[in-house]
């Protein structure tokens, strides 16, 4: 990876973390920054709704992981929709 894209990668996520999270910690199974670098890089490819996004995402997981770890893998539609609208 170029030290340019890697470079806007770290502002990208930077960005995220300026997003407060008031989950408890220990329940997260995804964390925050791993959920919104999904849901912009779906978006970005031209997925409308939440079913789209998971769909996208689990055929582009091994993408995703280069820049976030995604341990536990891609979360549900439902659980999107619930966490994207609570922020």
């Known amino acids: 990876m ?11 996520l930077e960005h995220f973390s300026a997003i407060k999270d008031s989950r408890q910690p220990c329940k997260v199974m995804y964390p925050l ?3 919104l670098l999904l849901v912009v890089c779906s978006t970005m490819a031209a ?3 939440y ?4 769909l ?3 055929r582009h997981l091994d993408f995703l992981r280069r820049l976030q770890p995604y ?3 891609i979360p549900c539609a439902d659980w ?3 966490v994207m609208n609570r922020i």
């Open 2 to 12: 170029s030290e340019d894209v890697a470079t806007r990668r770290e502002s990208l």
């Open 33 to 35: 920054s791993e959920v």
């Open 47 to 49: 997925c409308d709704d």
């Open 51 to 54: 079913d789209d996004i998971v």
């Open 56 to 58: 996208w995402a689990s």
């Open 71 to 73: 341990h536990f893998g």
């Open 80 to 82: 999107l929709r619930v």
